[in-house]
């Protein structure tokens, strides 16, 4: 979670009243990403307005300064706050995307026979790599006598050959080589699962033989199913969201074969259950940390406290830690629980970084160190690996490496950051138009949630690329337009990251552009988690996503095939992540059961808002933002008479 400007003075916009007394010029504007636009506040009677304070959200779309100057950052609609005298007016910033610079050009597959069909995907990115989805892409054949295509990207086969399908957006281009070749399949066989459940991804496979029988593979095969609720890709992978009885077939040009597949309701043996809890509502809670038998919880406030669970269905509070800070962003441990971290932001002396402490007594906690040096700014989230930390500098939004071999003397020996050409720095300091988030360190490599960056991995001692701690290395970078799953005027970028098997877990956070975090009203999220393939690290690819309709998603964690996710609003949830997957797995069921995290007595009494869950010795502890502490167990579903 990101504290704002607005959010932090709690200030709620849009909303305010405009004043009648002050003037905005202009009223609307429409801007380039990365070109600026000066507004002007001025009195009734046209005096200009001095010392007025300005604010602007959602703060990833533009950035204002505070002499009224107006950059736009990403593509999106933002709303510009001045405010003077308790009184306020606003303006609508519509912030254009910058032009197509290139244009990702793919088909699967890229060879088709004569009648056959194939589909070419186009997508233009600008110079700074952002998606242009919306962006308009025209088609066109070098040759075709060899195969055509239309305005969709539809390429038909006409003749043997080669044909040059170049795609054009604006002044960018991108050409792929479609391959149509001679149709030797006179037959086509399909060997199909007899039946599978919702969420499970079953092969079906075609054997191709020519008119004397003999194997005619490689063939190129387009599959296809005769229901909306069901999805078959090009390697005759087959998953469905619904129980039913679905269609397959498979075409080489003309020949064609089909088969039937029954699908039933996925059903679990297991259930997700409340095991206890510990709530509280004086202050929010934010991030927390089980280790050995103790659970370590930050909150959105000053304090830190410790329980004890070696109970693990009675949280029992042992201890509370107070520093200098306004949020406590994240806490962990190492592995042996013997030192312990957690980030700072807003402390009163402006010197945040990250707190090292002793946790020789574990259930009271004492400071053994502090480093500020060079992450005053503040920290929002760090992961600790071996005897380095990985965070992030809120300030310049960079990835920083702080090596604690030496916990008292703790200093920083690494750094690496995303650099794109929307941004700029303000008077302050602040880097505006790159934000890093969440992070997790595995086999040597780190991955970053970079928000509207997506995601970033790095080489920091995996060996692929060279990289280190003292030298991190780049080794792919996967982006989305979060504006295509998200209403205008919302803050949205990619939050979380979690590695486990193959798969990558990639969370995007979700807040509306202007929010209170200190009311006691609901706030509104939304969000999704994208599951990528990494098999082939520098190309991660999307093949399946996870969201709650109308709920937000936070933090989440796998382990044994089980995913806990804090989903705000819709409290924590544990998912089926077993075998391949693929497709929307929310609407395959793949759903084990919940957790509503609401308390009467919490900071907004009776509203879940869960922060994320850890599984430890056979429970999971998970914090909400609103009521505290809770404990969650998977048990075998027992039988009701």
Do not use: C
């Not at 043997?160 to 050409?175: F, L, P």
């Not at 700072?344 to 402490?357: D, E, H, P, T």
């Not at 060279?466 to 030298?471: R, T």
């Amino acid at each position: 979670m990101r504290v704002t400007t607005a959010i932090a003075l709690g200030l709620a916009f849009p909303g305010a009243a405009v004043a009648q007394t002050l003037e905005l010029a202009p009223i609307r504007a429409r801007v380039v990403a990365g070109q600026e636009v000066q507004f002007q506040l001025r009195s009734t009677g046209g005096a200009a307005v001095p010392n007025a304070q300005w604010l602007i959200g959602p703060f990833d779309v533009a950035a204002v300064s505070q002499t009224g100057v107006v950059r736009g950052l990403r593509h999106g609609t933002a709303t510009l706050v001045a405010r003077s005298g308790g009184k306020t007016v606003t303006a609508e910033i519509i912030v254009e995307p910058k032009g197509p610079a290139t244009i990702d050009i793919s088909a699967d597959p890229a060879q088709v026979v004569p009648g056959g069909i194939t589909l070419v995907t186009a997508l233009p990115f600008t110079s700074d790599r952002d998606p242009l989805t919306g962006h308009a892409v025209t088609f066109r054949s070098m040759a075709p006598n060899v195969a055509t295509v239309d305005a969709a990207g539809i390429v038909v086969g006409r003749a043997v050959g080669q044909a040059t399908i170049v795609a054009e957006a604006g002044a960018a281009r991108a050409e792929l080589v479609v391959k149509v070749v001679a149709n030797r399949v006179a037959q086509l066989a399909l060997t199909a699962p007899a039946q599978a459940r919702t969420g499970d991804v079953v092969r079906f496979l075609a054997q191709a033989t020519d008119a004397r029988g003999q194997a005619a593979d490689p063939a190129p095969v387009r599959w296809s199913v005769d229901r909306s609720d069901a999805s078959v890709f090009h390697d005759g992978g087959f998953v469905a969201e619904r129980p039913g009885t679905y269609v397959v077939t498979a075409a080489v040009g003309a020949v064609s074969a089909s088969a039937p597949i029954t699908v039933s309701q996925r059903v679990h043996n297991r259930t997700f259950e409340i095991a206890g809890s510990a709530t509280f509502g004086q202050l929010q809670a934010a991030e927390h940390w089980a280790v050995n038998d103790v659970l370590y919880v930050s909150t959105i406030s000053d304090r830190l406290y410790t329980y004890d669970i070696s109970e693990p269905a009675s949280p029992r509070l042992t201890d509370s830690l107070m520093v200098d800070a306004r949020l406590i962003n994240d806490v962990s441990t190492t592995p042996d629980g013997r030192i312990g971290l957690i980030t700072r932001q807003q402390a009163s002396s402006r010197k945040n970084g990250i707190v090292f402490l002793d946790l020789a007594d574990p259930l009271h906690p004492k400071v053994l160190s502090e480093y500020t040096a060079t992450v005053s700014g503040g920290v929002h989230s760090a992961y600790i690996d071996s005897h380095y930390v990985y965070l992030n500098d809120a300030e310049t939004a960079s990835l920083r490496v702080i090596d604690f071999a030496d916990p008292k003397n703790p200093r920083e020996v690494g750094r690496w950051q995303v650099e794109t050409s929307v941004m700029r720095t303000s008077a302050s300091g602040q880097v505006e138009g790159r934000s890093l988030h969440d992070l997790q360190i595995k086999d040597g490599l780190a991955y970053l949630a970079y928000w509207k960056d997506g995601l970033v991995i790095l080489d920091v001692g995996n060996g692929r690329k060279g990289g280190s701690p003292e030298n991190p290395k780049f080794v792919a970078q996967y982006t989305y337009n979060h504006a295509d799953y998200y209403p205008a005027g919302m803050i949205a970028g990619t939050h979380s990251v979690f590695r486990f098997g193959k798969y990558l877990v990639v969370g995007d956070e979700v807040f509306p552009g202007f929010f209170d975090l200190n009311s006691r009203a609901r706030i509104k999220t939304l969000g999704r988690l994208h599951i990528l393939d990494v098999t082939d690290i520098e190309h991660p690819k999307k093949v399946a996503e996870y969201s709650v309709p109308n709920a937000g998603s936070h933090n989440m964690w796998v382990e044994d095939d089980v995913m806990y996710v804090g989903n705000f609003e819709a409290g924590v949830r544990a998912v089926d992540m077993s075998g391949e997957l693929r497709g929307d797995l929310y609407a395959q069921g793949r759903e084990i059961g919940s957790i509503w995290t609401g308390a009467e007595g919490g900071y907004r009494a009776n509203l879940p808002m869960a922060w994320g869950a850890q599984p430890h010795k056979g429970y999971v502890y998970a914090t909400d933002i609103n009521s505290g502490v809770w404990v969650g167990k998977l048990t075998p579903k027992r039988l009701v008479p």
